[in-house]
């Protein structure tokens, strides 16, 4: 089993749930991020004043998926989010060693 998590763009989410949802994937986690990469984060004016936005708004998608899917999983990821410009994200795959489901104790794949 893996775990995939994806950062990316807040405004390529639905298009990814939408994709993955397409290839079978059955559930994910989604979390509000915030960080900077060579992005270096930018700048914005308010009321006329300019400030620097050091951390810049992503969106974490955490997937867990058997070994066989991962792949096209991650495929489809790089496919649905990439705009080509710098700040389209990270992708970052671990090796699960136990899932539990905990309503029935179901473990391993059975528990995806």
Excluded: C, W
């Excluded at 950062?7 to 059955?26: M, Q, T, Y």
């Excluded at 308010?46 to 998926?65: M, S």
């Excluded at 671990?94 to 059975?110: A, C, F, N």
């Amino acid at each position: 089993m893996q775990k995939i998590e994806a950062v990316i763009r807040h405004f390529k989410l639905e298009d990814v749930k939408n994709a993955l949802s397409d290839i079978g994937v059955a559930g994910m986690t989604i979390t509000e991020v915030r960080g900077f990469g060579r992005q270096k984060g930018h700048t914005e004016t308010y009321r006329g004043t300019e400030y620097a936005v050091d951390f810049v708004p992503k969106v974490k998608v955490e997937i867990a998926v058997s070994q066989d899917q991962a792949q096209t999983v991650i495929d489809t990821i790089i496919k649905t989010a990439q705009t080509g410009q710098i700040g389209d994200g990270k992708i970052f795959v671990t090796d699960l060693s136990e899932t539990i489901r905990i309503r029935t104790g179901e473990t391993g794949d059975g528990a995806l």
